[in-house]
């Protein structure tokens, strides 16, 4: 699936009006990297990383340091690909 970055939260790695493929196979976030989900409102290129733990959460994180970064468990987002 191919999809257009919107925004600059992920600059300096991806700029506004990028194409990106994402491969709608891989929606575990694990190993680290940059996946796309769905937040509740919309489709968003996002860094995830796995956490573990007793509750495992995924650490959602923009490479813009504008935005800050924000935890959920692996139920409360639905990835769609990396």
Known sequence: RLLTVTGDSMEPTLHHNDIVLVDTTRQVASPSGIFVLFDG???????????GG?????????????????ERTAEEIQIVGR
């Open 41 to 51: 409102f919309g489709l968003v290129v996002k860094r995830l990383e796995y956490t």
């Open 54 to 70: 007793a509750t495992p959460l995924v650490r959602v994180l923009s490479d813009n340091p504008q935005y800050g970064a924000y």
